[in-house]
Nanobody, 120 residues
Framework: QVQVVESGGGLVQAGDSLRLSCTASGRTFNTYRMAWFRQAPGKDREFVAV????????SYAESVRGRFTISRDNAKNTMYLQMKSLKPEDTAVYYC?????????????WGQGTQVTVSS
């Protein structure tokens, strides 16, 4: 079982920056495809960004492309989401998801989420 823990959320003003962190347990962290999702009040959870195990491949939702940057440090078993030019519509609970392939089968592990609130 992979344990996933997010941190770094908070209350900021529009235009500010914030960096989220996500730590996942396991000795094969560098094989996990890691992703960020978010869920605003009354809305479905939506994809934000994803990064490959090596960190070489990334992809973003259109709503955050150019403002958010996903990265990882495999030596620390940690993934990051650097958020810039934050907008009130970025307000949500941000979740980290770890995707593991074990014996050919996919497993997904979620964290508990961290709240990001952007005031106008």
């Amino acid at each position: 079982q992979v344990q996933v823990v997010e941190s770094g959320g908070g209350l900021v003003q529009a235009g500010d920056s914030l960096r989220l962190s996500c730590t996942a347990s396991g000795r094969t962290f560098n094989t996990y495809r890691m992703a960020w999702f978010r869920q605003a009040p009354g809305k479905d959870r939506e994809f934000v960004a994803v990064i490959s195990g090596s960190g070489a491949g990334t992809s973003y939702a259109e709503s955050v492309r150019g403002r958010f940057t996903i990265s990882r440090d495999n030596a620390k078993n940690t993934m990051y989401l650097q958020m810039k030019s934050l907008k009130p519509e970025d307000t949500a609970v941000y979740y980290c998801k770890a995707n593991e392939l074990k014996l050919g089968l996919p497993y997904a592990y979620w964290g508990q989420g961290t709240q990001v609130t952007v005031s106008s």
